[in-house]
């Protein structure tokens, strides 16, 4: 094929905040396929915070390595068969993959995965709007299901707290533990937000992060302490967490998005030794780690947004030249819900 693919790369490390003059776009042919290969057009990317991660010189150990300078960027995307030299992919056929921000992915089935998930794979029609696929039927929905269940051991009895309740993994969480019982109290960074934790989703509390210390906003929010925090900020977040943590608490560790965008960098908690004296149990996971759950939490997330009892919203940019923007809008708090960016190929 002799089409010119465009593929976004890294410019230049961010300096704090992230900017999308950070990024620069490379054209390349796209090469002919070799025997094993598919060539797919890609229609969907998923904006993801694991990017934001990967632009830095270091990632945590154990984490996906940093894009190179001058690197393509990798991240979960849906797209169509264009040719195929796999015997099991066809032209025309919708599928998911890892290789997002390009207009054009060449993909080797079986090949490596985005911390356990982004291996080609087929993706089958569900009623549903195929970005779903990339949100609340995909990997954050996972990322929710697994985060509270498999990690947390979500009872009906609990009092819970969301952070980064507004946001794709967030807004899905808050809703399945208010879902299957629990009282649930959400955090975001603005007032509309908070407006929607309350009025849309149907929150037992709310608050916005920036009224005040967070431990004061959590205390007042769940005066009788909490069971189980679904953290993805931590920070000052997990500490205040800890501090109204009731005997026996859990933590799912999500993510750390206090410290993706920050120069310098963020307080960690000094109040570790109540893990002891309240026998609280902290876990971090990764979602693709859980990938065996994604059947039922597609059955389960799936009965919710059929019978409108669960809300999903998204923030859609339209084009790859808006991937950049789109990257800085989620890590600023622009959206409500996932963050795709829709490819008019
Ligand atoms: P998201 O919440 O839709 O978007 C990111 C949000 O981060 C923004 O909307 C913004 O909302 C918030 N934010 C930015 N800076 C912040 C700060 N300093 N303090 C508090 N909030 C801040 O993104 P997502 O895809 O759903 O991801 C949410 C979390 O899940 C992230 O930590 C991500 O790394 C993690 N994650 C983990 C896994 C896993 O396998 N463990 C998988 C997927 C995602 P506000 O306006 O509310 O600030």
């Given at each position: 094929?002799?089409?010119?693919?465009?593929?976004l790369?890294?410019?230049?490390?961010?300096?704090?905040?992230?900017?999308?003059?950070?990024f620069?776009?490379?054209e390349?042919?796209?090469?002919?396929?070799?025997?094993?290969?598919?060539?797919?057009?890609?229609?969907?990317?998923?904006?993801?915070?694991?990017?934001?991660?990967?632009?830095?010189?270091r990632?945590?150990?154990?984490?996906m390595?940093?894009?190179e300078?001058g690197?393509?960027?990798v991240?979960?995307a849906l797209?169509?068969?264009?040719?195929?030299?796999?015997e099991d992919?066809?032209?025309?056929?919708t599928?998911?993959?890892?290789?997002?921000?390009?207009?054009?992915a060449?993909v080797?089935?079986g090949?490596?995965?985005?911390?356990?998930?982004?291996?080609?794979?087929?993706?089958?029609?569900n009623?549903?709007?195929?970005?779903?696929?990339?949100g609340?039927?995909?990997?954050?929905?996972?990322?929710?299901?697994?985060?509270?269940?498999?990690?947390?051991?979500?009872?009906?009895?609990?009092?819970?707290?969301?952070?980064?309740?507004?946001?794709?993994?967030g807004?899905?969480?808050?809703?399945?533990?208010?879902?299957?019982?629990a009282?649930?109290?959400g955090?975001a960074?603005?007032?509309?937000?908070?407006?929607?934790?309350?009025?849309?989703?149907?929150?037992?509390?709310?608050?916005d992060y920036h009224?005040?210390?967070?431990?004061?906003?959590?205390?007042?929010?769940?005066p009788?302490?909490?069971?189980?925090?679904f953290?993805?900020?931590?920070s000052?977040?997990?500490?205040?967490?800890?501090d109204?943590?009731?005997?026996?608490?859990?933590?799912?560790?999500?993510?750390?998005?206090?410290?993706?965008?920050?120069?310098?960098?963020t307080?960690?908690?000094?109040?570790?030794?109540?893990?002891?004296?309240?026998?609280?149990?902290?876990?971090?996971?990764?979602?693709?780690?859980?990938?065996?759950?994604?059947?039922?939490?597609?059955?389960?997330?799936?009965?919710?947004?059929?019978?409108?009892?669960?809300?999903?919203?998204?923030l859609?940019?339209?084009?790859?030249?808006?991937a950049?923007?789109?990257?800085?809008?989620?890590?600023r708090?622009?959206?409500?819900?996932k963050?795709?960016?829709?490819?008019?190929?």
């Open positions: 094929m002799s089409a010119i693919n465009r593929l790369s890294l410019a230049r490390r961010p300096d704090g905040r992230l900017q999308a003059s950070d620069r776009f490379l390349q042919r796209v090469p002919d396929l070799a025997a094993g290969e598919v060539l797919v057009r890609n229609t969907w990317l998923s904006i993801d915070p694991s990017i934001r991660i990967r632009l830095q010189a990632t945590p150990s154990g984490y390595p940093p894009f300078i690197e393509p960027l991240g979960l797209g169509v068969v264009q040719e195929s030299r796999h992919f066809a032209p025309g056929q599928v998911s993959h890892m290789y997002g921000y390009r207009d054009y060449v080797r089935p090949g490596s995965t985005i911390g356990g998930y982004g291996a080609l794979a087929k993706v089958t029609e009623g549903f709007p195929l970005q779903w696929q990339l609340p039927l995909g990997s954050s929905g996972l990322t929710a299901y697994a985060g509270l269940l498999a990690v947390a051991n979500l009872q009906p009895s609990d009092t819970v707290w969301i952070s980064a309740a507004a946001g794709a993994v807004s899905i969480a808050a809703q399945l533990a208010k879902l299957r019982g009282i649930v109290s955090s960074g603005s007032p509309a937000k908070v407006d929607y934790l309350r009025t849309t989703l149907g929150l037992d509390g709310a608050f009224d005040g210390p967070v431990g004061d906003l959590l205390a007042a929010a769940a009788e302490g909490i069971d189980l925090y953290d993805s900020v931590g000052d977040h997990l500490i205040a967490a800890i109204q943590m009731r005997p026996g608490g859990r933590i799912a560790m999500c993510g750390a998005l206090a410290e993706y965008d920050n120069h310098p960098a307080p960690m908690p000094s109040n570790l030794f109540q893990l002891v004296s309240k026998e609280i149990t902290i876990k971090g996971f990764r979602a693709g780690s859980y990938s065996h759950l994604m059947q039922a939490m597609q059955d389960e997330v799936g009965t919710y947004l059929r019978d409108d009892s669960m809300e999903y919203s998204e859609v940019l339209h084009s790859l030249d808006k950049p923007t789109a990257l800085v809008a989620m890590v708090g622009d959206n409500i819900g963050t795709l960016c829709a490819l008019e190929n």
